[in-house]
């Protein structure tokens, strides 16, 4: 079975562009979690989607967005971005049965704003 | 406010030793723990999960304790190997949390030959 798989790997924008990152999931996996990882801020989760819904935000400013499609795969977009924006985005996805299982992450989107 | 702390940042054994991996948690609403182990330029991958309602769940060369009254864990890697040189991150799950995951800051393990 394929892994998480995340589009582009490397992205390089300057301050003020808005940027999407694509991620699709593991088959068969309806939920769909970000995260990013700086290295003063260790690994903060941004949002998780389920069945094309929002279910969990944590805490990030509004220019940070996603949406989830039919398929489970999701996209996450960031507007206006800041230098500060620079980090791995890491998505994760698990299947969300009915007990609590494990997510699987894919390997990043490594986006570096100038 | 941190909530799950990895007050280690490195650790360094000898290749065949056992390695100890230890982990703080603050939230008593957290239920479910996982560990997982990130390579450079790569995402993190699972290695071993326990339930609140244990307190010891093992994998091969991997066990993982649990103290609740403590609110602390532990990673064991026996016998550790140079393949295990990677970066481990704690992480915690609350039932009311989906998805949500919170991480420790991690720690950086250097297993020599």
């Known amino acids: 079975k394929a892994g998480v798989t995340q589009t582009p790997r490397y992205l390089i924008k300057t301050r003020g562009q808005q940027v999407t990152l694509s991620c699709s999931p593991i088959?068969?996996?309806?939920?769909v979690s970000w995260y990013q990882q700086t290295p003063g801020q260790g690994l903060q989760f941004l949002f998780e989607?389920?069945?094309?819904?929002?279910?969990n935000k944590g805490n990030f400013p509004g220019r940070f967005s996603g949406r989830q499609f039919s398929n489970s795969r999701s996209e996450m977009n960031v507007s206006t971005l800041e230098l500060g924006d620079s980090a791995l985005y890491l998505c994760?996805?698990?299947?969300?049965?009915?007990?609590?299982?494990?997510?699987?992450f894919g390997p990043g989107t490594r986006l570096t704003v100038l | 406010d941190q909530q799950v702390k990895q007050n280690s940042p490195s650790l360094s054994v000898q290749e065949g030793r056992i390695s100890i991996l230890n982990c703080d948690y603050t939230?008593?609403?957290?239920?479910?723990f996982l560990w997982y182990k990130k390579y450079p330029a790569e995402g993190p991958t699972f290695l071993i999960s326990?339930?609140?309602?244990?307190d010891k769940n093992e994998d091969g060369r991997f066990t993982v304790f649990l103290n609740k009254s403590a609110k602390h864990l532990s990673l064991h890697i026996v016998p550790s190997q140079p393949g295990d040189s990677a970066v481990y991150f704690c992480?915690?799950?609350?039932?009311?949390?989906?998805?949500?995951?919170?991480f420790g800051e991690g720690t950086q393990l250097t297993v020599n030959p």
């Open positions: 994760a996805s698990r299947f969300a049965g009915s007990s609590y299982n494990e997510q699987f």
């Open positions: 088959s068969g996996h309806r939920s």
């Open positions: 989607y389920f069945s094309e819904t929002q279910r």
């Open positions: 939230n008593s609403m957290f239920d479910y």
């Open positions: 326990i339930s609140s309602i244990k």
């Open positions: 992480a915690a799950r609350s039932g009311s949390s989906g998805s949500r995951l919170t």
